[in-house]
């Protein structure tokens, strides 16, 4: 899906701009895209995909401060999170975007 949402067509929106980005229930934050699509990210799994290169090693030691975000802020760069244990991430939002892992982003049914 990525290489689909490489190149804007002019007149449309972006759809790597997000139009919303809200809570999902208790554990998840949810992004509603230029293009109308919905994503939905479980905090435990959005801090794995954390871009900081460290993150992703942590996988099976994630405590609940490391999964819980204390701020969730939208930037001209990314979706920021701050999360409980005092780290950052940044999440450009076209590769927020292609983290996405719905059934229509997946090829699933």
Not at 5 to 18: A, E, K, R, S, W
Not at 44 to 70: F, Y
Request: aromatic content about 8%.
């Amino acid at each position: 899906m990525k290489g689909k949402l490489g190149l804007p067509i002019l007149g449309q929106p972006d759809p790597n701009t997000p139009k919303d980005v809200h809570l999902v229930g208790r554990y998840a934050v949810g992004v509603t895209w230029g293009d109308g699509h919905g994503s939905i990210y479980p905090f435990d799994k959005l801090r794995r995909d954390c871009g900081c290169g460290g993150c992703a090693g942590l996988a099976e030691r994630l405590s609940q401060a490391m999964t819980w975000p204390q701020a969730i802020k939208r930037t001209p760069e990314g979706l920021g999170v701050t999360w409980t244990d005092a780290h950052a991430s940044l999440y450009p939002y076209p590769e927020l975007r292609a983290l996405c892992r719905c059934a229509s982003c997946t090829g699933g049914h």
